[in-house]
């Protein structure tokens, strides 16, 4: 029986809800997807109005009409729409703050890789702290949109996602029994009609998202937007 969706908040324009890990937006390889089944949840007729990849968890916004759909697709459009991600990785990563600019381009297997042209280029900006030895959380703002944008961008400094299959390495994930791939949507906030909105919401599914160390790096980063004071 299919666990009923966590519902953050309900506006008369749209939807506030929890995807959980490895479950596609759209139908997929004739699964259900979570769209759809938010939409049979609520009884309401619900538009997509942003994308989390499937192996991604976290706070997504779904509108109730074509008008709040289109009010939603402009203030995505014009990056008024603020969005904080949690990360961990068991990798030493070449930096561990700043931000990775690129231009992105398709590889194998379904895959991107970034490049050093900056024509186009995805914006990636974090922080980065030790969990417990050999695992390090990011705490990540994109300030572009392009698909699979985090998992390249931390792939391009030398610490791919752990348990992502794309992006990880055979040698990287040789012998690890990994329970999903750990990218979280946290935190997204906005204004719409004037009123602000912010939404955050822990990861639920996940061992090493559950553990106190990861809690405590939550607890000191609870106000994200004042590590990212530059444009």
């Known amino acids: 029986m299919q666990q009923d969706i966590q519902i953050l908040y309900t506006h008369a324009d749209f939807i ?3 995807k959980p890990a490895g479950l596609s937006v759209h139908c997929d390889d004739n699964q259900v997807g979570f769209a759809a089944l938010l939409s049979e949840q609520l009884n309401l007729n619900l538009y997509v109005v942003h994308r989390l990849d499937k192996v991604t968890s976290g706070v997504m916004i779904f509108a109730r009409s074509a008008q709040a759909a289109a009010n939603f697709g402009r ?7 603020s969005k904080f991600y949690l990360a961990i990785s068991n990798q030493k990563p070449k930096k561990k703050q700043g931000a990775i600019k690129g231009d992105m ?6 895959t991107w ?4 042209t900056q024509l186009q280029p ?7 702290c030790s969990l417990f030895p050999g695992f390090r959380l990011y705490l990540v703002k994109p300030k572009t949109g392009k698909t699979h944008q985090i998992r390249v961008a931390l792939k391009s400094i030398g ?3 752990l348990g ?4 990880a390495s055979e040698q990287e994930i040789a012998g690890q029994v990994i329970d999903r791939c750990y990218l979280h949507a946290w935190q997204l906030s906005f204004e719409y009609q004037s009123e602000k909105f912010c939404f955050e919401q822990q990861p639920l599914q996940g061992e090493y998202f559950l553990r106190g160390e990861c809690e405590q790096a939550l607890k000191e980063w609870k106000n994200p937007q004042q590590f990212f004071k530059s444009n």
């Open 16 to 18: 506030i809800a929890v």
């Open 164 to 167: 992502d299959a794309l992006y």
């Open 159 to 161: 610490a791919p996602i």
């Open 122 to 128: 995805a914006v990636t900006q974090f922080i980065s």
């Open 75 to 81: 203030l995505f459009e014009r990056r008024e729409v």
């Open 113 to 116: 890789k970034l490049l050093k």
């Open 105 to 110: 381009q398709k590889s194998r297997r379904s």
